[in-house]
């Protein structure tokens, strides 16, 4: 299997819900007008706590600096992993889980922290550059490229491990988060990039706006705290993502945006009963590795606050039994 | 003839070009999110000098205060002149040509500051509230109806004028101002509205942010001081209307905008050396009474700073000797 190191500088941030309207400007022009602006990496997901935009260092010029705005320090770069095509991985799990024991375990054992984005195409895995050599070092199992302007450059092959790994510190146990399961189903979609304008005052609207009432509609905004408010759009080399619950996507034409063969649906497992911070380790790991025990695929999206795992529908009442039995007898996690 | 004075209570604001940034949440708002807003009278125009919004008091209520927003301190209504349709008028002319002689004269000698929002359907004659009982005794010749809540109430007929009209004061010779006649070419233009989402990202892109160069373009802004940056976007009453030159029309889908049978193009004459103000009444009548005299059409934009005429393209060297002469020996004009 393969390592890419993506040619992305990151910056991870959060703009407070009252905030937004000041950040309307910027973030439209990174969404919509493409040939404006040089962000090639851009990713905005509404929370019920805030917005976390994850972009570039070009993106993140555009934004100004304001109260409104928090930026976490680091640079982050996005790692991401090739399947081999001829190799059988034995699972036909996606997503997260397909990485649990390659890269995510050895991550959290190294004491790396890592901020998952999960899209319609791929997982990235981003790192803090100062964690660089430690992540080369501990994935042994990889051939590593680093993509520098348009090439791949081998980094280390995995005959080369320079046995990094299994450097002497122990696994800490990690704090065992308490998780909620909400009851909206999501879908996680993609459209050709070259349809954005067509949704885009769709798009607006649920991204920029779904704070306020409609005029048409009774001003009952929902008292359900089953029911989440998330919504994932990100565009990154060219491809378009989205992850929204099913009401959100009865808003959009259902001719343009298209998910999975299957089509599935997918249930959210929110990590954390307070913001998360970004220097615990061994979060994502927590629930991948159980994951890939059982072979259920899942999405995983870091935000500024709080984790997200999206598993398969069919198989929540698996994870929640097991997550329950992770937190009431963790020998069992 | 009918004069209708309109259900809107109107805002004449101005918006620094630095400033637009942060008035971009409302506008879009206003423009793309009709659902969202119970605003039914909205019109932008982009100037050298700023951005001219005028918007009914619903939507004035989207602008948060800041000093990069100036308000005009009146309520403005506007009027509206529906033409008989079994009457001759003697004239093809369209637009303030039209009502040049029963309208805008009229109000000029009354000393009555009119705001002049020509659009792709009608002119709308914007006057001050507190102004309303010297127009309707001045305009005799207008059966007056006052709509309200979408009922057309009648003011006065024309057989019951008050006779206010010549009420003694003297018509104060008007300062005749600098004009300007750039060389962009204008169209005058619509579309259905329901097709306003097919250039949603086309207009966002030429409304908020033509200041900010492309990336995949050489950073080169036109010196050329004779074309003048100006591009006017309405939505009044669920009608769609723009008015751009050429270079932007290019920008835009050509099956979606569509402009009269004719195809005309038009000339624009600016009229202020400084900016003009409110104030001060007859600039309007000043370049609308010859042009009836030589029944040329006319379109009439005013602004935050100046005022704009438009006039088609194969008349503007008459316009340009008229002014000159107007400007040289004023009792021609």
Redesign the interface.
Known sequence: MELHILDHRLRVTSITKSG???F???L??LI??R????CKFFSMTETPENYTVVLDEEGFKELEASSQLQAEGSVWLPLNVLSDANASLGSQAVGVTKIAESVIAPLARQHVSVFMVSTYQTDFILVREKDLPVVVGTLEEFNIFREVGGESLLVRGHDIANGLHNNGKEAVPATLHPVLIPHNRFCVMSLDPDT???I???L??VL??SG?P???EATSPSTDLDQIKFFSFSLIDGYVSLVMDTDAQRRFPADLLFTSSSGELWRMVRIGGQPLGFDECGIVAQISQPLADCDISAYYISTFSFDHALVPEEDIARVSDMLHKQRTDPTTG
């Open positions: 937004l309207a000041h309307t400007h910027p439209i022009k919509f007008l040939h404006r602006t040089r954005l304008p067509s885009a005052t769709t607006i609207d920029f706006y306020s409609k005029q048409d």
